[in-house]
């Protein structure tokens, strides 16, 4: 079992950055692949990042050169660093872990947190 809790989220003005959280309970953190998903009102959740257990990291594209994922195993520990915010990376932001293969799917994965607010101010 994996409890995951995310922090960081807040209200900032487009053009900002904000960095993201996600610390888990566990003592497998490194067999997990983490994955970061985000949810605006009305919207599916949606892939924004992931990070495999050996540490090689996919974005998609409406993020792709502006957010980095990173993990710190020592800290069972998974960041999102966000750049060059625009009013539409607007949502909650969901961390999501598996013991298996952590695809782009919000299926793919086992575990989920509980979610952090990210408001972007145009």
């Known amino acids: 079992q994996v409890q995951l809790v995310e922090s960081g989220g807040g209200l900032v003005q487009a053009g900002g950055s904000l960095r993201l959280s996600c610390a888990a309970s566990?003592?497998?953190?490194?067999?997990?692949?983490m994955g970061w998903f985000r949810q605006a009102p009305g919207k599916e959740r949606e892939f924004v990042a992931r990070?495999?257990?050996?540490?090689?990291?996919t974005y998609s594209d409406s993020v792709k050169g502006r957010f980095t994922i990173s993990r710190d195993r020592a800290k069972n520990t998974v960041y999102l660093q966000m750049n060059s915010l625009k009013p539409e990376d607007t949502a909650v932001y969901y961390c999501?872990?598996?013991?298996?293969?952590?695809?782009?799917?919000?299926?793919?994965?086992?575990?989920w947190g509980q979610g952090t607010q990210v408001t972007v101010s145009a």
């Open positions: 990070i495999s257990r050996y540490g090689l990291s």
């Open positions: 999501a872990a598996t013991g298996g293969f952590g695809g782009l799917e919000p299926s793919d994965y086992d575990y």
């Open positions: 566990g003592r497998t953190f490194s067999n997990y692949e």
